[in-house]
């Protein structure tokens, strides 16, 4: 099974001399396809900082990151988002929401910057907002759904452009512990069924029984806890 992301002695400072502060150190990790795995770590340990390496966001001080057997390292900005529109999904701790956009154009929006076909566009936005039950909110604006609705939202435009590799960061936040089941099976299905791979940020032990694997960041490293099938 060919790797998705492979992440090479990754590191990232912050700051010079002796007030330099290293978040990541030489950080190795490797995630194929199909596989859906999770990082645990106390709260100023560097997941963040992580996610956004991973998912292009971040530039690393050294190191080299491969997306299907892409490097990162000499993209330039426009190279760089054209690949996260193309191959990346996010899932934010806060739904980050465009607050001018109704609930099914905020996933059109990512279907057209994706380049998907307006008809494949509404199939899949309906579909998305049918499995996620926010379909009847589909007409309302931002400020009128409540947070776990929010959050949902946010869920299902992270799966449109229909990413080979997903990052979710806390994904389950604003969710009560039923519909955050429900989301982080959602992930490990897709992530199945369609090859995909995902990487979650968590800190809540209950969701993690849908994951192939659980890694804790510690001292800018990923050590592995357990496998968990």
């Given at each position: 099974m060919s790797a998705k992301l492979v992440m090479k002695q990754v590191t990232k400072t912050y700051g010079e001399g002796d007030g330099a502060m290293t978040v990541l150190n030489h950080l190795d990790l490797t995630v194929n396809e199909g596989e859906f795995i999770a990082v645990l770590g106390p709260s100023g340990?560097?997941?963040?900082?992580?996610?956004s390496a991973a998912g292009a966001l971040l530039t690393p001080t050294s190191g080299?990151?491969?997306?299907?057997?892409?490097?990162?390292?000499?993209k330039d900005k426009g190279e760089l988002t054209e690949l996260r529109l193309k191959k990346i999904g996010f899932m934010f701790q806060s739904?980050?929401?465009l607050p001018f956009l109704k609930v099914e154009e905020q996933l059109l929006y990512v279907a057209k910057l994706a380049k998907l076909s307006p008809k494949e566009a509404k199939v899949r936005a309906a579909y998305l907002l049918k499995r996620l039950e926010i379909w009847e909110r589909r007409n309302h604006y931002p400020e009128q759904l409540s947070g776990g609705e929010k959050q949902r939202v946010?869920?299902?435009r992270a799966w449109m452009n229909k990413p080979a590799i997903l990052f979710a960061d806390e994904p389950?936040?604003?969710?009560d512990y039923s519909r955050g089941r429900e989301v982080v099976r959602m992930i490990a299905d897709e992530v199945r069924s369609e090859g995909k791979a995902?990487?979650?940020v968590t800190h809540d032990e209950r969701m993690l029984d849908w994951c192939d694997r659980v890694l804790h960041l510690e001292d800018g490293v990923l050590v592995e806890a357990h496998s968990l099938n």
């Open positions: 340990s560097g997941k963040s900082t992580f996610l080299e990151i491969l997306l299907d057997g892409e490097s990162l390292r000499d739904a980050q929401l946010a869920i299902a389950t936040a604003s969710l995902a990487v979650m």
